[in-house]
């Protein structure tokens, strides 16, 4: 079992929807979730950072945790077609390493 | 808003050729990480970084690699003699390690191509 899960993707949507992207990890020791967007050939750039289980928001942007579950989400509200990028969730442990999932490919067309 | 720089954004090298990457982490930070993202595969940690002292590495940053802090600012990876295999983008982070815990921030990243 991959210690993270993520749908590659890619999702497309229409302007304006809701987005919801998720991942699954098999770790319990994870406390530390991360979203990153990333757009094509360039670095990841850190959107949402979350401790332990909970919701965050963040403008049109929402971190959940579960970790009874093991499951994350990040919702994406009103899209836009500049959200148009590869999202990939992040977490860690008690140790500074990040460990990603593959990345969910998300199109938003007008 | 401050940021992580990375410098070349693109190296091309040939087999067995040494490698530097360069990167000058966000001021205040104190922790450095290198990771790797080979085309079309998942983020991959290499090594973190912190008071001049490798803290952990993961079983890619074998013997061929190597880290530096030569200076206040910069944060470097060294690649010994280069392999086809180490072909992809290399990412530098920092962190401040504060009260929110381990969020790290990176660079646009280097790519390199090894031939």
């Known amino acids: 079992q991959k210690e993270v899960e993520q749908d590659p993707g890619p999702l497309s949507v229409p302007e304006g929807a809701i987005v919801s992207l998720n991942c699954t990890y098999s770790?319990?020791?994870?406390?530390?979730f991360m979203w990153y967007r990333q757009y094509s050939r360039k670095g990841p750039e850190l959107l949402m950072y979350?401790?332990?289980?909970g919701n965050k928001e963040d403008g049109r942007f929402t971190a959940q945790v579960d970790k009874s579950s093991k499951y994350i989400s990040l919702f994406i509200r009103d899209s836009q077609p500049s959200d148009s990028a590869t999202y990939l969730c992040?977490?860690?442990?008690?140790?500074?390493?990040?460990?990603f999932g593959t990345g969910t490919r998300l199109q938003v067309f007008p | 808003e401050p940021e992580v720089t990375q410098t070349p954004s693109h190296q091309v090298t040939q087999m067995g050729q040494e490698v530097i990457l360069r990167c000058v982490p966000i001021?205040?930070?104190?922790?450095f990480y290198w990771y790797r993202q080979i085309l079309g595969q998942k983020v991959e940690f290499l090594v973190s970084?912190?008071?001049?002292?490798?803290?952990?590495k993961s079983e890619i940053f074998d013997d061929q690699f190597s880290v530096e802090r030569p200076d206040g600012s910069n944060f470097t990876l060294k690649i010994r003699s280069t392999k086809l295999e180490d072909s992809a983008m290399y990412f530098c982070?920092?962190?401040?390690?504060?009260?929110?815990?381990?969020?790290?921030?990176f660079g646009p990243g280097t790519r390199l191509t090894v031939t």
């Open positions: 982070a920092s962190s401040d390690r504060g009260r929110f815990g381990y969020e790290q921030y």
């Open positions: 770790n319990s020791a994870f406390q530390y």
């Open positions: 979350t401790y332990s289980s």
């Open positions: 992040a977490m860690s442990g008690s140790t500074d390493k990040l460990i």
């Open positions: 001021s205040n930070h104190l922790y």
């Open positions: 970084f912190y008071n001049n002292e490798i803290s952990e």
